[in-house]
Structure formats: C-alpha cells, structure tokens
C-alpha cells in the first residue's frame, strides 16, 4: 500500500503531466454548450462541423442583447495563454493553474481541519 | 460546459449564486467535519487533477469537443456529494478568476451545475448501481456518464430559462453532445478509481463502506 507522501507525489506528477500535455492534445473545437450555441443561433448546424465564424460574431452579440449581461472582465491568463508565448505559454499556464489549485486545496483544507472542535 | 457571462440575466445569475452560496456553506460545514489528516491530501490532489484534466478537450464528432468535469470522480472517492461542491468551487473560481473559462456574475450557476447537480447525481447513481455490480468500475462509469448528462440538461433548463436557448432545441443538442462527451467523463472516472484503489484500497473501502 502507497503512503500519503508516495500517493501525494505520484498524484501530482500525473496531474502536472496531464496539465503540461493539454494545450498540445486538447481540440480546439467549441465545447458541448459552446456547439448548442453555435447552433441554435445559426452559426453551425446542430450535426455538422463548420462553424461560421462571422456568424459565430453576431450569434455573441445577438445572446448580450437578449440577456443584457454585458459584464466582462479582463482575466489575467484569458483562455490559459501568456500573452504572445504559444503552446509553452499555454502549458505553463495550465500547470500554474494546477499548481495554484493544489495550493489553494491544501491550505483551505489544513485551516478547516485545524479549527474542528 | 462552463457558462460565459452573457448567457444569463443578471438577476437569474444572483438567484444561482444565492443557491451556489447555501450548497458552498453545507460544503465547508462537511469539510469541518470530515477533513482528516488522511483526506487532505487526496482532496488536493483530486483538486490539482480535476483542474488539469478539465483544460483537455477531446474532440467528438458535430464539429465539437468535451472535457471531464470530475465532479462524480470527487464525490465517489471523498464518500460525499459535498466534497464535488468543495472542490469544484475551488477549481470554478481559480478558472473563471484567472484565466476567463465560465463566467464571474453566473459562476453560481456553474457551482450548481458541474459541483450540486454533477456531485449529487454522481455520488448516489455510484451507490444505486453498486449492489448491482458489487465492484467499482461499472457503477464509477455509469456515474460519469450520467452526472454529465443530466448536468447537460441543467444547463439547457437554465438556458431556456434565460431566454437564450429555446428548450427542445437545447435539451436535444446539449444531451446529444454530452451523451457523447459522458463516455469520456465515465471512461476516466473509472480508471482514475482503478488507480486509487489500486494504491490505496483503503480509502476507496472507506468511501464506500465496502472492501473492493
């Protein structure tokens, strides 16, 4: 059986793999809501592959203007990229992410356990 | 399936950040009573994890793709829905904050979804369906599979809801995408099970209250 050091380690190791990996194997493709969207605004059909990307534009602006939720917010990393780094700038970004949620995890966690009666 | 900003009136967006807000308090109070020294690390790393895997998007036909969202995953190994709701708050906020995936205003919405609804359904269809199978993996797939789904048809309720996507239309193409989407979901919800109970079985045995 794996010690808690061992199953740590080798979790986070997999977990910094699959980060490292991601922007070089993930699709590009829109995601399952973002395809919904596309679709039902017209900019692709439900079952096929092409997107129209000017389409896409107005389908964005059609949606504001139907829910009024014009809130945006510059993130600092938008869409997992460091301005101008590519790939690498995507992947350092993603095991940024990976690193920063392990820490959050870990110290919000220790702080809960520490205050049970 | 992470929802952007401009998909939900601002006053629907407030209603599921009041109810995101209840469920992330019940969260932290399970958290108080259930965070040993033993779990913490397996909630980092199940955190770490879920966070990585979720920035792989795997390609599905219809010009579309889908990633894992972990919440059955989180639930099933942490013997709790809660313990979803605790680690895909994290991970929502850490996204949303600092790299624009799911919205900041309708981030309680997306809490419901992928941590409530994706934890709720995951944990109690793993232990419906394991009497049934008596082992892990099957129950751990149909788990993947169906939190996804039915967190797909949330979302197009949501959706419908907010006057964006009409309800047939949404509900058919949201759970057209993400009953394809769910084999990936099952797929890597049962082997990364296989993985932990190979190295500790302990932990699984004590999630589920049987030996695997």
């Known amino acids: 059986m794996m010690d ?35 679709g039902i605004f017209g900019a692709k059909e439900i079952q096929g592959s092409d997107l129209n990307e000017d389409a896409a534009g107005s389908a964005e602006e059609e949606i504001t203007a139907i829910t009024g939720n014009e809130f945006s917010f510059g993130s600092p990393f938008p869409d997992y990229s460091i301005g101008g780094l590519s790939r690498f700038g995507e992947a350092a970004a993603v095991i940024i992410g990976t690193l920063l949620v392990l820490g959050i995890a870990l110290g919000l966690s220790r702080v809960i356990a520490s205050r049970q009666g | 399936m992470h929802i952007p900003d401009a998909f939900i009136p601002l006053p629907q967006a407030a209603v599921y950040w009041i109810i995101a807000l209840i469920f992330i308090a019940l969260s932290l109070r399970w958290a108080r009573k259930e965070l040993s020294e ?6 980092a790393i199940l955190a770490a994890g879920i966070f990585a895997i979720q920035a792989v998007n795997i390609p599905i036909p219809w010009g579309t793709s889908g990633h894992m969202m972990g919440a059955a995953l989180a639930a099933i190994v942490l013997g709790s829905p809660f ?34 609804i994706g934890g709720f359904v995951g944990y109690y269809s793993y232990r419906g369906f394991y009497p049934i199978f008596k082992s892990p993996y099957a129950p751990a797939f149909i788990a993947g599979w169906l939190s996804l789904f039915i967190v797909s048809l949330a979302c197009a309720a949501e959706m419908a809801v907010a006057g964006t996507f009409p309800l047939g239309l949404g509900l058919f193409s949201m759970g057209l995408y993400h009953a394809v989407i769910g084999i990936i979901e099952g797929g890597i919800t049962a082997f990364a099970i296989y993985l932990i109970a190979t190295a500790r079985p302990d932990i699984m045995a004590d999630s589920t209250g049987v030996p695997t």
């Open chain 1, 4 to 38: 808690n050091k061992t199953l740590i380690f080798s979790g986070l190791a997999i977990a910094l793999v699959i980060a490292a990996m991601a922007p070089f194997i993930a699709s590009s493709n829109p995601d399952g809501l973002e395809s919904a969207f596309f």
């Open chain 2, 83 to 116: 313990a979803a709701v605790f680690i895909l708050t994290l991970v929502l906020i850490v996204q949303g904050v600092l790299f624009g995936d799911g919205g900041l205003t309708v981030m309680g919405a997306n809490i419901i979804n992928m941590g409530v």
């Open chain 2, 38 to 43: 033993e779990k913490i690390p397996l909630v």
